[in-house]
């Protein structure tokens, strides 16, 4: 199986904040790679496809990025609402794998 | 889109549980479908898909011989058979639309929409 590894694994961070995560894949997935947004005891919601094109109706301070092996997913202004536990997750190659998440705390 | 699971609760170790995914919003037949889950303060598992059409399944390891994907199309509902349950497999279980690309592809395994989950608990 792929394996996923996230980090940092918590980010604490204040409103208006630039943050990155990243996530590394331990074999070559080309761009099939998600990110997911999740919130306590609600579902994920998914953000970002195809490594780098944002789902409808997700704003546009986030982006994901990367090929290969390396990806990261940039919000460029925290808001409030952005406080949560972000997934990736590959699915190039069975089965699909996630990394560990990626708890985003309030300073 | 919407999904909705239902049929978890606590259940005691080695026996079996059903979930049901009833979907709406969207023409069933088309997707593939799976099943997530996630333990209590843990990540996401992929668990189970089954094809649009039901003819494909797949299962991840740990729950291979245990458990049974399947679907109605008739009824738009997704379903998971559990058997054998473990106290490891208490988690909260999410159903999942395959996102679609068109054929050859028969599953993606890039989730888009999910339902809001139900959680099996498993407890002697």
């Known amino acids: 199986d792929i394996q996923m590894t996230q980090s940092p694994s918590s980010l604490p961070a204040s409103v208006g904040d630039r943050v990155t995560i990243t996530c590394r894949a331990s074999r070559f997935i080309r761009n099939d790679l998600g990110w997911y947004q999740q919130k306590p005891g609600k579902a994920p919601q998914r953000l970002i496809y195809a490594a780098s094109s944002l789902q409808s109706g997700v704003p546009s301070r986030f982006r994901g990025s990367g090929y290969g092996t390396e990806f990261t997913l940039t919000i460029s202004s925290l808001q409030p609402e952005d406080f949560a536990t972000y997934y990736c997750l590959q699915h190039n190659s069975y089965p699909p794998t996630f990394g560990q998440g990626t708890k985003l705390e309030i300073k | 889109v919407q999904l909705v699971e239902s049929g978890g609760g606590v259940v005691q170790p080695g026996r079996s549980l059903r979930l049901s995914c009833a979907a709406s919003?969207?023409?069933?037949?088309?997707?593939?479908m799976h099943w997530v889950r996630q333990a209590p303060d843990k990540g996401l598992e992929w668990v189970a898909v089954t094809s649009s059409d039901g003819s494909n399944r797949f299962y991840a390891d740990f729950v291979k011989g245990r458990f049974t994907i399947s679907r109605d199309n008739s009824k738009n509902t997704l379903y998971l058979q559990m058997n054998s349950l473990r106290l490891e497999d208490t988690a909260v279980y999410y159903c999942a639309r395959d996102f679609y690309l068109p054929p050859p592809i028969i599953v993606n395994y890039y989730f888009d929409y999910w339902g809001q989950g139900t959680l099996v608990t498993v407890s002697s």
């Open positions: 919003g969207f023409s069933f037949t088309t997707y593939a």
